[in-house]
């Protein structure tokens, strides 16, 4: 039989999982996604995902992969894993692609990517809010969001962002490529978007505690530009909570028909509304 690289798109709120990785507990996503897996396939399979997410880390387009001679037509991977999936896991799309792996160009789903897009709802009010508790993070002091796009501009471009690297992040480099970064207001709602090449551990709430320190008042934008060329993880501010953080989109050449997710599937509609938001 013919082995087949299976890449399926999974959507997850991670509020009650230890992240994605798989550990002895078995409280993890990847964990949970593999026996669904193994159930619906009657076979051990394991997963390689676009991009490791932490505990309490959401995600709208993860991408995953794995390889089978298993005979399955695409919307059974969807529905049939789903079927023996929680509710806070689903998987919402399955591309059956050919496996050779003599080809240097065969499919990753974590080395074929060329972009990752992460989202960070933050509620800014001051009262925490129980609808967004665990979907959003909070911040009580007043925001200036005009400031905090000000900032943002620092973080654009090919750079090392070794000031936003977590101790024990495993990338080989810390510099990687800022495409886009935009803010969005809603009411008491702002949404942080982040496009890059990749991202270090911890970077995108690390990178969020440093804008609300200028949004707040505490340090003016150019401290962002400051901090990025002082490479010292320990002058910047605290690591922002999980909560609010989304894996958005994992985006790869169209050779492979992959889909992209973008912001669609962000809660609550949002996507439409941040559609016409400035």
């Not at 298993?70 to 023996?84: A, C, P």
Request: aromatic residues 12%; glycine residues 8%; neutral net charge.
């Amino acid at each position: 039989m013919t082995v087949k690289r299976i890449v399926l798109g999974v959507d997850y709120d991670g509020s009650g999982y230890q992240g994605w990785q798989t550990q002895p507990h078995g409280q993890t996503v990847q964990d949970r996604l593999e026996m669904a897996l193994q159930t619906f396939a009657r076979q051990k399979i394991h997963t390689t995902c676009a991009g490791r997410t932490d505990a309490g880390v959401h995600a709208l387009g993860q991408v995953v992969h794995f390889d089978t001679e298993l005979d399955r037509v695409e919307y059974s991977w969807v529905n049939g894993v789903n079927t023996f999936l929680p509710e806070d896991i689903a998987v919402s799309w399955a591309k059956i692609l050919p496996l050779d792996e003599q080809d240097p160009q065969f499919f990753h789903a974590r080395f074929s990517a060329f972009s990752r897009t992460y989202h960070y709802l933050l509620h800014n009010g001051p009262t925490r809010s129980p609808i967004w508790a665990q979907r959003a993070g909070w911040f009580f002091r007043p925001l200036d969001i005009e400031r905090m796009r000000e900032g943002a501009e620092f973080l654009l471009g090919e750079q090392d962002f070794s000031v936003f690297r977590a101790t024990g992040c495993q990338a080989k480099t810390p510099v990687k490529t800022m495409y886009e970064m935009k803010i969005h207001q809603v009411d008491d709602l702002i949404v942080f978007s982040l496009r890059a090449s990749a991202f270090l551990h911890h970077m995108v709430r690390n990178i969020v505690g440093a804008l609300l320190y200028v949004g707040s008042g505490r340090r003016e934008p150019a401290w962002i530009g400051e901090l990025i060329a002082s490479k010292d993880r320990s002058i910047s501010a605290p690591t922002f909570m999980p909560d609010g953080l989304y894996l958005g989109e994992i985006a790869y050449p169209d050779q492979w028909g992959i889909p992209c997710r973008g912001t669609r599937g962000l809660p609550y509609g949002l996507s439409a509304i941040l559609a016409g938001a400035t």
